[in-house]
């Protein structure tokens, strides 16, 4: 089998589009996608494009690698990441090793971009092919945790815990009225755990050109939050996504504290959840919440020598949020 490999051309590949979209809908059993989602996901991100690792086969697209640009901090020092933005192979393909292919093109120009972190959340049958290319698969990382608010319907409805989230649709309407305030967050920037970044101009991008679920969003001058709204079969969640200070290094308990008020204000879940790690910052909020079972698996690779392969993450729920 004869496939050429290699790195998706921007502007010369346009005439792929309808191939990759086709075949990426039928690989994750999921609704088509359009060329403007195409070409917000992977070109438009303000962290740079996309990298993508392309087989092809003709006219037809035959497996891709995508990894989605990003930043985080470790130590005092912002590095460049990446997170697994896209995998699939083309069913027709499928069997002759085509996913370790694409994935060690996709390594070598992410440190050929001096990106020094690679990371993802596969899901239970991805894990071991990650993990034969190396990547690291920390058990237990996330730690899914919720806070009963309607304790009567939750009683009446406990089966419908055990149900798959799904998101409501999207409420791009209501989003635009919200402004997210200038200028980027302080961060963290001299944490000892590695903590992805989440600047005002990504946010802008990520979560009001193309939302791909209803959120909740509060923006003032100190705080910026925002929430994930759903249900689990007969019951309303509210996914507590991102907290952060505009004011300070790190979100306080009584920040936290204002954005819960105001989520369930505005929304009356029946329950809220939130997916950590234990070193979030958001972590040490979550007295009073019951840890649940939790699907998310995490697995990275360090392709830099910025930072120790047997580092700590300080991961929130945005960080585990697909797009």
């Not at 309808?18 to 075949?23: A, D, G, I």
């Not at 930043?71 to 020092?77: A, C, D, E, I, V």
């Not at 997210?180 to 991008?205: A, H, Q, R």
Request: proline share 3%; glycine share 8%.
């Amino acid at each position: 089998m004869e496939l050429e490999l290699r790195l998706w051309k921007y502007g010369e590949d346009d005439h792929y589009i309808e191939s990759f979209l086709t075949v990426r809908s039928e690989a994750h059993r999921e609704e088509k996608k359009d060329s403007d989602w195409f070409h917000w996901k992977f070109e438009k991100s303000p962290y740079g494009k996309s990298i993508m690792a392309m087989a092809f086969d003709g006219e037809v697209v035959a497996g891709c690698v995508a990894l989605g640009m990003g930043r985080f901090t470790y130590k005092g020092k912002e590095y460049k990441c990446a997170l697994s933005y896209d995998t699939f192979v083309n069913k027709a393909y499928q069997g002759h090793g085509l996913f370790k292919k694409l994935i060690k093109l996709a390594e070598e120009e992410a440190k050929h971009q001096q990106v020094e972190m690679l990371y993802n959340f596969p899901n239970t049958q991805s894990i071991t092919g990650f993990r034969h290319m190396g990547w690291t698969y920390r058990a237990g990382e996330s730690i899914y945790k919720i806070r009963p608010v309607n304790w009567c319907k939750i009683l009446l409805n406990a089966k419908s815990l055990r149900r798959s989230f799904v998101a409501n649709e999207s409420n791009l309407e209501q989003l635009k009225t919200v402004v997210i305030k200038g200028g980027d967050f302080p961060g963290t920037s001299e944490s000892n755990c590695v903590k992805m970044e989440w600047y005002s101009d990504y946010l802008k991008w990520r979560f009001f050109t193309y939302p791909n679920a209803e959120y909740y969003i509060l923006s003032d001058e100190d705080l910026f939050g925002i929430a994930r709204v759903g249900r689990r079969g007969n019951l309303k969640e509210a996914q507590v996504l991102l907290v952060q200070s505009r004011v300070s290094e790190s979100v306080t308990k009584s920040d936290y504290k204002k954005f819960i008020i105001g989520l369930k204000k505005a929304v009356s879940p029946d329950f809220i959840g939130v997916s950590v790690s234990k070193s979030s910052e958001l972590y040490p909020f979550l007295c009073g919440y019951v840890k649940v079972p939790n699907r998310s698996n995490f697995t990275y690779k360090i392709l830099g020598e910025g930072v120790s392969p047997d580092c700590d993450f300080a991961l929130n729920s945005i960080d585990y949020h697909t797009y």
